[in-house]
């Protein structure tokens, strides 16, 4: 099976990534400010003015180029996730319906927003969920009215903003809260300092479940950690590993990690998935105790 699609098989077919069948729809929203006058994406818009983020899509004028400067930045760090976000972004045009004279009924996404009183919020796109795409039905709905008074960089933003939340749909996420979240990170000037832990307390943050670690996409679900928060043992979902003359397929195979990233072993899968069944019921009886009055 070639690789993208094996990690498009794990982000989308595994029991716990399938959006619930009483899905509530998933919005792209704008904020609209009077006095001045100012239309932004909300993503940005609280980058910009909550997080003190600098948004920065790349010198070109076009949409499609500042989607993919994100994205190319992006596959640096985490090339997995930027590969298969680049395919779904090729596809986006052959799945968007854009519509005028309608607007949105709200959909109930946006999770809790402290706004000024002179801005509202106005819902520009939405995204259905695979099981809820009826023949002739469209992935994207977006309001055309809207997106011509939008600038490029917010375009771009939005297309982004629904790639991320494609995947956050998967995993059954029902605001946007930490779609917005990533978002704003990857889009922004600082993500150019981010190393492999930063990343991986990015997606760990947002609730995602796979990150390239130094160089070895993992899955987040199956891993076991230092008391630094580094990764110790961990799913492989891909990769390789050089040892001497050999390269050695990682693809399904549980590593071992130094905490410095580098690799310390390949760990026999029937001792590895003894010690995941282990530390799976340590992290249950955790929880448990944490919500114990």
């Known amino acids: 099976m070639p690789m993208i699609s094996f990690f498009i098989s794990l982000f989308l077919l595994s029991p716990q990534s399938r ?10 929203n704008l904020i ?3 006095n001045p006058y100012r239309l932004k994406l909300l993503d940005y818009y609280e980058g910009q003015y909550r997080r003190n983020l600098t948004m920065d899509l790349g010198p070109a004028d ?8 994100v994205l190319n930045r992006l596959e640096k760090i985490n090339p997995s ?3 298969i976000y680049k395919m779904w972004f090729r596809e986006f045009h052959k799945e968007v319906e854009f519509f005028q004279g309608h607007k949105f009924v709200p959909t109930p996404d946006t999770g809790t927003l ?8 106005i819902q520009i796109g939405a995204q259905r969920p695979d099981n809820q795409i009826m023949p002739g039905d469209s992935r994207y709905l977006i ?12 375009r771009a933003g939005l297309i ?3 790639l991320i939340y494609r995947e956050g749909i998967g995993l059954e996420q029902t605001t946007s809260t930490r779609v917005r979240y990533f978002n704003q990170i990857i889009s922004s000037r600082e993500f150019e300092t981010y190393d492999s832990i930063k990343m991986l307390k990015l997606i760990q943050a947002v609730g995602f479940r796979y990150v390239d670690y130094y160089g070895v996409p993992i899955d987040l679900e199956h891993a076991g950690y230092y008391p630094s928060g580094a990764v110790h043992r961990a799913f492989a979902t891909g990769g390789e590993y050089i040892q001497g003359q050999n390269r050695i397929s990682l693809k399904s195979e549980w590593v071992v990690f130094n905490e410095d990233g580098t690799i310390q072993s390949i760990q026999k899968r029937e001792s590895a998935i003894t010690e995941d069944a282990a530390e799976n019921s340590h992290r249950k009886k955790n929880k448990k105790v944490k919500g114990t009055f």
């Open 81 to 83: 996730r930027a590969q």
């Open 62 to 69: 076009s949409v499609n180029e500042k989607v993919l400067s």
């Open 19 to 28: 959006a619930s069948t009483d899905w509530v729809g998933n919005g792209g």
């Open 160 to 162: 982004l903003h629904e």
């Open 114 to 121: 402290i706004i000024p009183n002179n801005c509202e919020i």
């Open 32 to 34: 609209e400010c009077q």
């Open 143 to 154: 309001s055309e009215d809207l997106w011509k008074r939008t600038s490029s960089e917010d």
